[in-house]
């Protein structure tokens, strides 16, 4: 089974970036997706961007459009999370996901294997 490892969180103030990255232990499929999820306290873990490593199409929650970049690098086994203008709101705890099928998709049940998870928080 792929191992999944995030890395990049931190504390950063408002308005500010940090970007997350996620290793695999072993390449993937062209023909699999890849999310970043977050669950912040007494919330349930709700999808923030996927992308497709085939043809790298990305997909994005609302509430980060326009500020979250996600990208991929499949000779380095790696995936990214850009993170600009940050907002207090963002804090929560970052995973990365894998799906073993083409198409990203949102619930959760549909990925594979997961990481540890990476704390982000936003100071207001």
């Known amino acids: 089974q792929v191992q999944l490892v995030e890395s990049g969180g931190g504390l950063v103030q408002a308005g500010g970036s940090l970007r997350l990255s996620c290793a695999a232990s072993?390449?993937?499929?062209?023909?699999?997706?890849m999310g970043w999820f977050r669950q912040a306290p007494g919330k349930e873990r709700e999808f923030v961007a996927g992308?497709?490593?085939?043809?790298?199409?990305?997909y994005y929650a609302d509430a980060v459009k326009g500020r979250f970049t996600i990208s991929g690098d499949n000779a380095k086994k790696t995936v990214y999370l850009q993170m600009n203008s940050l907002k207090p709101e963002d804090t929560a705890v970052y995973y990365c996901?894998?799906?073993?099928?083409?198409?990203?998709?949102?619930?959760?049940?549909?990925?594979?294997?997961w990481g540890q998870g990476t704390q982000v928080t936003v100071s207001s």
């Open positions: 072993e390449r993937t499929s062209s023909t699999y997706a």
């Open positions: 996901a894998l799906k073993r099928s083409l198409g990203v998709a949102v619930p959760i049940v549909n990925y594979d294997s």
């Open positions: 992308i497709n490593w085939n043809g790298g199409r990305t």
